[in-house]
Every structure is written in C-alpha cells, then in structure tokens.
C-alpha cells in the first residue's frame, strides 16, 4: 500500500493551494483519509481529515479555509486551502487508516509529504 501526494508549492498570502493524494496497492478498505502537517521543530498536526460516510474534523487554524474531499471509488483525498497564511507554511502529509484484509484491523500509512510554502 502506498500514499502518493501531490500539490504543494509557493503562493502569497491570501492565494490558494490544491494538495492531492492517491492510495494504491492491494487493499480490502480505507476507513479515514486526511492531511496533517509539521513544521520543523514541531509535532506533526492534524489539518483535516474525512471518513468513509463523509464526516470531516478540521483544525481549529483553518477552519473556514480549509476544505477536505474524498473519491471513494478512485481511492483519493484532496485538500483545498483558500486564503492562506504565512502560518500555513509547512510539510503537509496525507494519511490514511487502511484495512488490508478484512479480518485485519486498520494500519495507519503516511504519503511522503509535500511542502506547502506561503509568503507574507
């Protein structure tokens, strides 16, 4: 199972950013799907995450700008960041808690993160 993310870049503040991931490999289900973020120095942190029935939890910090999305059928989870912030800037990482078989309990996998770089 992988967690390929893409996206990512430099923009103003103020200007919006569009992150993308795709899980693949072989897999019975994927229960939650999100974006967590970490700067250096500091605790990797929830951004935003969405279950299987669509449920989201979001940050307090980007509440509002922040908007997470899901494609069951092609296995993806995007992150559509408006008016973003200088404070915004960090390594952004998809996450998913995978089932690979259906009698196995979920695993937590990680994409390779993508940097997410705003200007003041």
């Known amino acids: 199972v992988q967690l390929q993310a893409s996206g990512g870049g430099l923009v103003q503040a103020g200007g919006s950013l569009r992150l993308s991931c795709v899980a693949s490999g072989n897999f019975f289900s994927i229960n939650v799907m999100g974006w967590y973020r970490q700067t250096p120095g500091k605790q990797r942190e929830l951004a935003a995450t969405?279950?299987?029935?669509?449920?989201?939890n979001y940050a307090d910090s980007v509440k509002g700008r922040f908007t997470v999305s899901r494609d069951k059928a092609r296995n993806t989870v995007d992150l559509q960041m408006n008016s973003l912030k200088p404070e915004d800037t960090a390594v952004y990482y998809c996450?998913?808690?995978?089932?690979?078989?259906?009698?196995?309990?979920?695993?937590?996998?990680w994409g390779q993160g993508t940097q997410v770089t705003v200007s003041s």
């Open positions: 996450n998913a808690k995978i089932r690979r078989r259906s009698f196995l309990a979920d695993y937590e996998y």
């Open positions: 969405i279950t299987s029935g669509g449920g989201t």
